[in-house]
Nanobody, 122 residues
């Protein structure tokens, strides 16, 4: 089993920045893909960003491309999501996920965190 714990969410004004962290514990593996998803009120959960086990092969949803950077520190078993130029439409609960397959498909991820709330005020 792998446990994932997100942190770093909060309230920020439009145009501001936040850095989310996701700490993994348990039977972690540096080969596992790590991704971020988000769920806004009244909407389905959607893909945000992913990275491979090595920290390469970063891929982003069009809605965040150019404003978000995913990275990971395997020595710390932690993945990060740096979010800049935040918009009110970025308001959501952000989840990290881990799995053997590098994909944007939610159901292929084996492990999920509990989520962290990001609220962007206008």
């Amino acid at each position: 089993q792998v446990q994932l714990v997100e942190s770093g969410g909060g309230l920020v004004q439009a145009g501001g920045s936040l850095r989310l962290s996701c700490a993994a514990s348990g039977r972690t593996s540096s080969t596992y893909a790590m991704s971020w998803f988000r769920q806004a009120p009244g909407k389905e959960r959607e893909f945000v960003a992913r990275t491979s086990g090595s920290g390469g092969n970063a891929y982003y949803a069009d809605c965040v491309k150019g404003r978000v950077t995913i990275s990971r520190d395997n020595a710390k078993n932690t993945v990060y999501l740096q979010m800049d130029s935040l918009k009110p439409e970025d308001t959501a609960v952000y989840y990290c996920a881990s799995g053997r397959v590098l994909t944007t498909i939610q159901k292929l991820y084996n492990y999920w965190g509990q989520g962290t709330q990001v609220t962007v005020s206008s």
